[in-house]
């Protein structure tokens, strides 16, 4: 009998308070009579686990994405990068809204960087290499891109390497 008690009480501290007993903070389980609910009073928080599992985006939803700009034609060392995050919307991009609103509208294809023709550029070649990786709906993805220069990168990425 005493194991079974002991797995009981075990149950239900694990459980934590109930929500009954912190709005009557004067009821007591020896038969005492119950304070009415006093109007100052909280709710109990929930269990640990559950406000763990709450804060947390479900791995399938995390959407964040590291961006560099590079001047040349290599990746490394970039001339400036930024942290840009989708899911919700924050980082240290200047234009995080519409960087994220490109990526949503693109899928993430590297094939979408297309070099805007009605935008005029010059011709002066001053290469600039755009790297940009990271999670997307929990999946992980990279992509490189050289552009002929800065009027270039703009114009086929907007926002999203504006920084």
């Known amino acids: 009998m005493k194991p079974l008690l002991v797995l009981l009480a075990g149950a239900a501290l694990a459980a934590g308070p109930s929500a009954q007993a912190w709005a009557q903070p004067g009821a007591s389980g020896a038969g005492g009579t119950a304070a009415p609910a006093r109007a100052d009073t909280l709710p109990a928080p929930p269990p640990p686990e559950v406000a763990l599992r709450a804060s947390r985006p479900p791995a399938s939803r995390v959407r964040a994405v590291i961006l560099t700009v590079a001047d040349g034609e290599q990746a490394e060392p970039p001339a400036r990068s930024v942290f840009l995050n989708c899911a919700p919307v924050g980082g ?17 294809d590297p094939g979408a960087l297309r070099v805007n023709a009605a935008e005029p550029c010059t011709m002066i070649y001053a290469p600039v290499t755009v790297t940009a990786s990271g999670i997307w709906d929990g999946k992980y993805f990279q992509f490189r891109r ?18």
Do not use: I, V
């Open 92 to 108: 240290s991009h200047p234009s995080a809204e519409k960087a994220c609103a490109w990526l949503n509208r693109t899928g993430l």
């Open 146 to 163: 050289t552009f002929g220069n800065d009027c270039e990168m703009r114009s086929a990425a907007g926002a999203l390497f504006d920084f």
